[in-house]
């Protein structure tokens, strides 16, 4: 028997309006294989939707993607058709997912002289395969029908699905799945339409999509280069389908992680699209605090990691067992290091960026909460910095961005053992600690001093304890490990360290050099680790790879510090990599070199949209104009990258107005009138 295989996704289509997906064939068919699937709530209500017409499959031609939820599938009868070379009989078969499902529809268009009489169809099955089974390469058995005339219903616990044919004969199979039959007259010049919905839903979800237009503003970019304004805007159209909101919060947005896997609520992913998506507004962001700080943690509980004052990680409808792996992660877990001072930092950035103090008055408890954690439960030994492991044995061994377990490694290629403490994270808890105590300060809440002196102990920590030498220079280890040694692999997480604070001047250079070099930089985009280490791959998960979110994070905090030159040079590597993928980013491609290969070479089971992937294009954005978030108030400092040329963009927002900025050849930089915008 052939072992299974987690399915590929990088050759197929994708239709999404969350919490509901479509992923086919690029004709539309949908095979039962791999990820093909119709799926609701992270179960796949179809496994098989196959379209014939004359008791044949029509040939592909063109896949039109009208935004991320619908596509028109464009193919050719030929078997209807004359003996002549040019097609005079086709078929459009469009889809368009729902935050309940689909509806498709089929267009039979003809040109010929004559009427053609033929039967189309539509095999359908479903095995009602849960997401983690899918992903494993482990499908469903069939499931069995309920049938009349023109709909039909199936399900099992709390998953139901129903389909509508109005115009259809709808016939049950002895081996399970439903065939949907029209005969059908197509007139000479012209055309017949029959379409079927499919509608689900689910007692147990944790998760709803909404239907509300999206509360963000839509920005205007106009370049010699078009090829950020394309990137923004894919990406803004992904984002719209990836938005969802709690069951138990209706009113309050967040942004889904990732498609297929990861279609819910992610401390981490959810926090940093968040922080992205700040200049077109504070909205998303002030959701995703209240939705994060509403499932905070209040008391210490062994089996899910909760803590006292801990954003958690990830909410699902049910405890997640990931087949083959001894992980098993209840629906509410919190193993996560980082997302408790994110939550804090993107508090503090939202309210610079113009969130309405009020808001910000309400969530000071919460803040408070989360800085205590940090002390309190984040530094486990006392050492002063942060640190992770995971006491369950069967939680997430690794608890950074970078959760595979391999992920932190020595530059031999062997894995460094655990408690972990992550460079990055201690550069988020010395920002988290600093803005927190500028926010308490601000609002007449006390300890603000207390929380100074706890990041000041933090820095100096870290500054005795991270910094290592090879041939080339200095540079932060990717982590201390247990016996408090610094692991020495070179890896992408020592860019999140730029811009928060934690390095000073000359340590920031050295950063900024080595982020720019050809074993870091693969020319679309920072590899997450790199070339000289034994573990390096460039189709490794965290070992080698090129994360979008990863490389602008690293941007942001270059422009931020004033390595405009670096920060020109990643971003142009992530344009690059944006064309090459038709300006949908996945969440990873592979590391290898621009100058190997003149087309970025996918990760083939990367999640596509994924959140954050593409809401670094407005980070991108941003830093590309040089807007700065962390200005005195009111104000933003402008130090244009170079790598678009001119640009003008209207449409952000900051402080509650529209602001456009226009930077010219010459790098001059000017503001709308009356913005809440200074240039420097």
Known sequence: MLPTLQPLLHDTTVLLRAPSQAWSAGDGTIDGRGITGIYHSDIRVVSRSVVTVGGQSAEPIATVPSGAASTVFVGLLRGLDDRTADPRVRLLHRRTVSTTGVAESITIQSALDTRVSTTATVQIDSDLAEMESVKAGIGGAGVPFDVSPHTATWGRGAVRA????????????????????????????????????????DADAVVRGTTDAARWSVPVVTAGDDRLERWVTQALSDLDALRLTTVSDPASEFLAAGAPWFFTLFGRDSLWAARFMLPLGTTLAADTLRVLASLQGTESVAGSAEQPGKIMHELRRATLSIPGEAVVLPPLYFGTVDATPLWVCLLHDAWKWGLPEPEVVVLLPHLVAALEWMRDYGDADGDGLLEYVDATGTGLANQGWKDSGDSVQWRDGTLAEGPIALCEVQAYAYEAAMHGAELLDHFGVSGAGEWREWAARLRTRFHESFWIEDPAGAYPAIALDSSKRPVDTVTSNIGHLLGTGLL????????????????????????????????????????????????????????????????????????????????????????????????????????RPQAWSAAASVSVLASTLGLRPDAPSATLGVSPLTMVGALTVTGLRFGGEAVSITVNTDGEVTASSGASVQVE
């Open 162 to 201: 129903t389909l509508n044919a109005p115009d259809a004969e709808v016939t049950g199979h002895a081996d399970g799945g439903i065939r949907l039959a029209w005969p059908l007259d197509i007139p000479a010049h012209g055309s017949v339409t029959v379409s079927w919905t499919i509608d689900a839903g």
């Open 504 to 607: 000073d001047s000359r340590q920031a250079a050295l950063v900024a050099r080595r982020l720019v070099s050809p074993q870091l930089n693969s020319g679309y985009g920072l590899r997450t680790m790199s070339t000289d280490s034994e573990g390096y791959w460039p189709l490794s998960y965290h070992g080698g790879s090129v994360w979008t979110h990863d490389t602008a994070i690293a941007i942001a905090g270059l422009a931020r510090d004033g390595f405009t030159a670096e920060a020109s040079s990643l971003a142009a590597g992530l344009l690059a990599a944006a064309s090459g993928f038709d300006y949908r980013m996945p969440e990873l491609h592979s590391g290898d070199a621009a100058s190997q290969f003149g087309a970025p070479v996918p990760y083939p089971a990367a999640c």
